[in-house]
């Protein structure tokens, strides 16, 4: 098995958990060059709110969308849109990777924006 389809097995894994929750889920996905963070209502099947380091603005900002502060950003970003729209709490769903690094940047920069998980 692959590195990619391991990690897909530990998401749906997660995912499965999480879904027994009664609040929509902080899901985040890292690439090579980018990271993505989406507030994701999955009882409606929507995305409530998302942010990622491809946003015009924020690329202009940052010399690099796959580093850390890069995903502090984005942590905080999500957490001011989510507030905006009434969600204050969400399950973190880390979608398999490590909670390290850029992943957890993330979340300490979401939770410091006021999002409780």
Do not use: W
Not at 54 to 75: C, P, Y
Not at 87 to 103: I, L, M, N, P, T
Request: charged letters at 30%; glycine letters at 8%; a positive charge.
């Amino acid at each position: 098995m692959n590195k990619n389809l391991s990690r897909l097995r530990r998401a749906r894994k997660t995912r499965a958990r999480i879904a027994s929750q009664a609040k929509p889920r902080l899901c985040v996905f890292r690439s090579g060059k980018h990271i993505y963070a989406q507030v994701i209502d999955d009882r409606q099947g929507k995305v409530l709110v998302q942010a990622s380091s491809l946003e015009g603005e924020l690329r202009k900002q940052m010399s690099h969308g796959a580093d850390v502060a890069a995903a502090a950003t984005i942590g905080q970003r999500v957490a001011a849109k989510a507030l905006a729209v009434g969600v204050k709490e969400v399950a973190f769903d880390r979608s398999g990777y490590r909670y390290h690094g850029r992943v957890r940047a993330l979340a300490d920069a979401a939770r410091e924006g006021g999002l409780s998980f």
